[in-house]
Nanobody
Framework: VQLVESGGGLVQPGGSLRLSCAAS????????MSWYRQAPGKERELVAA????????NYADSVKGRFTISRDNAKNTVYLQMNSLKPEDTAVFYC?????????WGKGTQVTVSS
């Protein structure tokens, strides 16, 4: 299983970023995919999740209405569109899949929201 995140960077408050996670090594279309984030000095937290066919999504209260998770099963890729970014969104964002009872993570992509 391999997960590779991309799309992070430095953005001003109110700006937008789109994160991507390219997956390989498993049948992507069969699994729930999630995005987590970890800010300095804080625990890793679930940001958003999407079911295998993309029909159901779930979001942390802190990002509802601002972030959108989606997936393209033909490209084995899951996305996180982040709008109206706030300084408190600054964190390393990780892609996750639970495969055969084991959590797999990418290396993460840094998102910094600052003026």
């Amino acid at each position: 299983v391999q997960l590779v995140e991309s799309g992070g960077g430095l953005v001003q408050p109110g700006g937008s970023l789109r994160l991507s996670c390219a997956a390989s090594g498993f049948t992507f279309s069969r699994y729930i995919m999630s995005w987590y984030r970890q800010a300095p000095g804080k625990e890793r937290e679930l940001v958003a999740a999407i079911t295998s066919a993309g029909g159901i999504t779930n979001y942390a209260d802190s990002v509802k209405g601002r972030f959108t998770i989606s997936r393209d099963n033909a490209k084995n890729t899951v996305y996180l569109q982040m709008n109206s970014l706030k300084p408190e969104d600054t964190a390393v964002f990780y892609c996750n899949v639970r495969f055969h009872g084991v959590d797999y993570w990418g290396k993460g992509t840094q998102v910094t929201v600052s003026s």
